[in-house]
């Protein structure tokens, strides 16, 4: 008798959880064939790290696992299997040195993810993994997987199938959501794909809108009170843009306030543009007298309020509360600013729901399609930017890898 012949996995996307899954199948000596729409790989990847990589966390364990909320029960085995300690291990395999940030984020002494993407593409077709550009999965004909291609629709065939097709942000860069409608016809539970780390819009004054459109307000504390009655608080820095507002600390608080707007329609923020002073000494700066300067040269004189923290308080302040100290110092410390919508979804930089994870096993194997295998952004979690995002998407591509063959294994032996 010959051998028998191999086993074939088509892993479908070509991002960090795709790859990761495919590099778990060829460890396995399986044959992989990956396909991605681009024309070529880890496209919404590169752009990630065109502003420095932030590849992981160096927190500890247990406010990691914090920060993928609703979640955290289903995260924390696919990290278990595969978290920050373990991925820094692999990227040092790889080449890739790396070094922690004064905020704790783990990046690549390069900064870049290209080198990384090239050293481990490389690495991949050294092991066999087969590469298949602009091929966009349409789902199923006849028990095969159809793509369109340049060349018209092809069928493939596979022992098994490894779907990593990412949320549905960022659709020039092959992130578009569309394989949605194609699981849910297979009876494939979906939540809801929603835009996560996005910014929120908020009805600026064309005067706002004008003169302070991408002006960085820092630092700040953003307070405000969920529709379940939880207060959220977090300091940091963020962007007014022509839209409304953006940046690392309104996307760490994008979940709630996402979901606050859902429920009630909107939602009011509170700023604390002086987070270094309490109130009174906030009050004894205001009630010094300022003799012939103006309100403006004032603040900016004794509190250092000015540009664009001082547009955001002339914005929302009526001329009565301007003129008297006693009613200005609480809003230099809380001052409202009413959120309408989030920012299409499609400028988000990830998204929340997707497949859900009680529609899968413990291998990320869908369980009314055995055989089937789902991983990265397209399952329904979410997190906030500073690497949890990629750790995930790592862990998870690594766990479905490691599903298929297993299962694939299986089979065989009981076939």
Avoid at 162 to 168: Q, R, S
Avoid at 245 to 272: C, K, M, N, W
Avoid at 288 to 313: E, F, T
Wanted: with cysteine; glycine share 12%.
């Amino acid at each position: 008798m010959g051998d028998p012949q191999p086993r074939t996995v088509a892993v479908i996307g070509g991002g960090p959880a795709g790859l990761m899954a495919a590099e778990a199948l060829s460890r396995a000596g399986v044959r992989v064939e990956l396909f991605d729409a681009m024309p070529s790989l880890g496209r919404k990847f590169l752009l990630a790290g065109r502003g420095g990589l932030n590849i992981t966390h160096s927190e500890p364990r247990e406010p990691f696992l914090s920060r993928y909320g609703r979640r955290r029960e289903q995260i924390a085995p696919l990290l278990e299997r595969f978290g920050p300690e373990s991925l820094l291990t692999w990227l040092h395999r790889l080449g890739i040195e790396t070094f922690v940030g004064t905020s704790g984020r783990v990046f690549p002494l390069e900064m870049k993810s290209a080198p990384l993407l090239r050293a481990w593409l490389h690495r991949l077709r050294e092991s066999g993994v087969r590469f298949h550009v602009r091929h966009r999965w349409c789902g199923w004909r006849e028990g095969a997987l159809l793509f369109h291609t340049p060349d018209g629709e092809r069928p493939f065939r596979a022992d098994a199938v490894v779907l990593a097709l990412g949320g549905g942000s960022w659709k020039k860069f092959g992130s578009d959501g569309g394989w949605v409608p194609t699981l849910q016809q297979q009876g494939i539970a979906v939540a809801p794909l929603q835009p996560a780390n996005c910014g929120f819009e908020v009805q600026w004054s064309a005067h706002l809108r004008q003169r302070f459109s991408g002006s960085p307000v820092k630092p700040a504390v953003i307070r405000f009170r969920d529709a379940q009655g939880v207060e959220h608080q977090r300091q940091g820095e963020f962007v007014v843009t022509e839209h409304g507002i953006e940046g690392s600390l309104v996307y760490a608080l994008s979940a709630p306030l996402r979901d606050a707007i859902a429920a009630q329609g909107s939602v009011t923020i509170f700023l604390d543009l002086l987070p270094g002073y309490d109130s009174a000494r906030v009050v004894q700066a205001l009630s010094r007298p300022r003799g012939a300067k103006s309100l403006s040269n004032h603040l900016r004189s004794r509190l250092g309020i000015d540009g664009v923290k001082a547009g955001l308080l002339y914005e929302v302040a009526s001329r009565e509360q301007l003129n008297d100290a006693a009613q200005l110092a609480p809003l230099l410390k809380a001052l409202p600013l009413t959120l309408i919508a989030t920012r299409p979804m499609d400028e988000a930089i990830s998204t929340a729901g997707g497949v859900r994870f009680e529609a899968m096993d413990e291998h990320l194997m869908v369980r009314n399609h055995p055989g089937l295998f789902c991983a990265g952004e397209m399952l329904d979690w979410e997190a906030p930017t500073g690497g949890y995002l990629l750790t995930a998407c790592f862990a998870s591509g690594l766990v479905a890898g490691e599903g298929a063959a297993r299962w694939l294994d299986y089979r065989g032996h009981g076939a």
